[in-house]
């Protein structure tokens, strides 16, 4: 059991130093943006953030909330 316990420990920690490999070697290394409305392919194909994307839909609704009022 205590062997399973420790390759499995093993094995996680090198998955983490395989995706910190990038950040710890380079100089100012950071993650990239995985908010999509961050994304420029995402931004090219017209795909924005459900938000941003929601508040282009209520524009013009007569029915929309207004946050303000909630």
């Given at each position: 059991m205590l062997k399973a316990i420790?390759?499995?420990a093993a094995i996680i920690?090198?998955?983490v130093l395989g995706m910190c490999?990038?950040?710890i070697l380079k100089k100012n290394g950071?993650?990239?943006s995985q908010d999509v409305g961050q994304s420029k392919a995402m931004h090219e194909r017209g795909i924005g953030?459900?938000?941003s994307q929601d508040r282009q839909a209520?524009?013009?609704n007569p029915?929309?909330?207004h946050v303000d009022e909630l």
């Open positions: 420790l390759i499995s920690g090198l998955g490999v990038r950040i950071t993650f990239h953030c459900t938000r209520q524009r013009g029915l929309r909330l």
